[in-house]
Nanobody
Framework: QQQFVESGGGLAQPGGSLRLSCAASGFTLDNYAIGWFRQAPGKEREGVSCISSSGIYIKYADSVKGRFTISRDNAKSTVYLEVNSLKPEDTGVYYC??????????????????WGQGTQVTVSS
């Protein structure tokens, strides 16, 4: 089955950091832009960040700009999301998916494929 497998989530204190990984299973992600998304309890899923297939073009949601860093290693078919200076409002399930994601609002519902099961991030003291 072709999908992503997310990992690296957990419990972190406010101000803490985590490194999330998104590994492709059953396919290679060389030719895909990859997006990270999250869904907080009781809220709709939102786009967090997007990285182009080459890694040159990157976009962040305003709420995470300056705190999160997306990167990719095509040789390992893995995309990473470094989450720093965590806030309680960063709590949620983090997902990755492949497809055109430069519009982080539009891509939440359209055009993305190979969604994984997500990894839980909980920010609490």
């Amino acid at each position: 089955q072709q999908q992503f497998v997310e990992s690296g989530g957990g419990l972190a204190q406010p101000g803490g950091s985590l490194r999330l990984s998104c590994a492709a299973s059953g396919f290679t992600l060389d030719n895909y832009a990859i997006g990270w998304f999250r869904q907080a309890p009781g809220k709709e899923r939102e786009g967090v960040s997007c990285i182009s297939s080459s890694g040159i073009y990157i976009k962040y949601a305003d709420s995470v700009k300056g705190r999160f860093t997306i990167s990719r290693d095509n040789a390992k078919s893995t995309v990473y999301l470094e989450v720093n200076s965590l806030k309680p409002e960063d709590t949620g399930v983090y997902y990755c998916a492949a497809g055109p994601c430069s519009d982080l609002v539009y891509s939440v519902k359209y055009g993305m494929n190979y969604w994984g099961q997500g990894t839980q991030v909980t920010v609490s003291s």
